[in-house]
């Protein structure tokens, strides 16, 4: 399903056709390299750099036979060559070719990556700049707790946004590497410059050491960054799923007009959207698991990393690829109800002002312990009178809560009825936004 609607872009970084051009740009690269160095003559290096090419179905053919991939492209390109085709792979291992060759892959893929998340962080910023005094109640246990704004939960995911951009920076840092050191990494057949001169003509950095594979600690990275930052995708889709319950109704994923949200209930409208992006989350979180496996191989190498690497690493970047972009649709064009916040808000009776009651004792010299117990009192009198379906608001238009605060003697001795109505205010439960705002958003 994500292979269909997958970006192209990104879809074409991990076909077969691009596979084995980052071979061959490898492959060239080191014929410089040697040209460089003096081994190679300039014009056979100049036929090769200009001539060298492969053909997909010829390298299966070949492969048919040989069962070695590496193998069939080097004589597919071969075919393509003349005499100079000599010093084609010239000293080099098959992981020379394909590790460096995947390290181009994973760099131009992450690039992109990379400029999803700065996407997504852009769209928001501007629903958090939109809602940032939007109230709303926050919920712990999913209990409602205190007023907050929507701007501040999405000012949050920002700032989680802003982290995995630098974790998957750091990233980039980490799988940029190449190695052209032989067999075994000990560079008998090849000096130390050779890789250094393929890796300057590539972009690449060279592995400071490395045996015949790169180490697969870079992958693991890789993969876990990439979880990472499916499950803070996750957290925010799950989010929204909350928000869009019937009973809560605060946002939901826009609804185009012809859309069908049930084949037998006509009035549905599902968080879909989000809720595949939960399930693509767990897709990627599992392609983890064989990466950080895969970091242990026998002695110099073995190949048992290889075919996981031919699955999570093609999935996890078109998958993320997808995610993102979905996600970024769903964060664009989500659909906010300011009054159905604000009608939850008020759900409970004013309960939510509790702790600043609270607060507010101590300072009169009441002590904590009579403080809790005075309002507590007072609040589990509103639970009470909502399960009897009392109304919320009383026939004053005045919250449940402030009604039984205001009757409590032993409370009216340490503060005022001007006092207890000033703890109902909402503007002081948003009256520091703007500086969460200026931290987050510098």
Known sequence: MVERYAREEMKSKWTMQAKY?????????????WKRLGLIPDADAEKIV????????????????????LIAFTTSVSE??????????????????????????????????????????ESIKKRAQEHKMTLMVGRS?????????????????????????????????????????????????????????????????????????IQRDRYARLATSLALLASSIEKFAVQVRHWQRTEVYECEEFFSKGQKGSSAMPHKRNPILTENITGLARMIRAYAVPAMENVALWHERDISHSSTERFWLPDSFITSDFMLHRFNSVISNL??????????????????????????????????ED????????????????????????????????????????????????????????????????????????
């Open 371 to 442: 403080a809790y117990r005075i309002v507590q009192r007072n609040a589990m009198k509103v639970w009470e009178g909502l399960q009897q379906g009392k109304s919320a608001i009383n026939d004053k238009g005045e919250s449940l809560y402030l009604q039984y605060l205001l009757d409590d003697e032993e409370l009216r001795q340490s503060l005022s009825e001007e006092a207890i109505r000033d703890c109902f205010d909402y503007g002081y439960y948003t009256k520091n936004v703007d500086k969460i705002f200026a931290r987050v958003f510098k």
């Open 21 to 33: 051009q980052a071979w061959l740009d490898v492959e060239k690269a080191a014929v410089k390299a």
């Open 141 to 213: 246990h999913g209990i409602h707790g205190e007023p907050i704004t929507f701007g501040l939960v999405l000012a949050i995911w920002y700032d989680e946004m802003a982290r995995h951009l630098k974790n998957l920076e750091e990233t980039m840092e980490v799988i940029c590497v190449g190695q052209v050191s032989g067999a075994m990494g000990n560079f008998a057949h090849a000096p130390l410059e050779l890789e250094e001169y393929a890796c300057e003509e590539l972009g690449l950095k060279p592995a400071p050491a490395s045996n015949q594979v």
């Open 80 to 121: 393509t060559l003349g005499e100079e085709s000599r010093w084609f792979h010239y000293g080099m291992t098959s992981s020379d070719t394909v590790d460096t060759a995947v390290a181009l892959q994973m760099r131009d893929s992450l690039t992109l990556i990379i400029d999803d998340v700065k996407l997504v962080m």
């Open 335 to 368: 659909v906010v109800y300011p009054e159905n916040m604000m009608r939850n808000l008020n759900l409970t009776g004013g309960l939510v002002f509790s702790q600043r009651v609270l607060l507010e004792l101590p300072l009169k010299g009441v002590s904590r």
């Open 50 to 69: 200009k001539n060298a090419g492969f053909s997909v179905e010829r390298i299966d053919e070949i492969e048919a036979v040989t069962k070695h991939d």
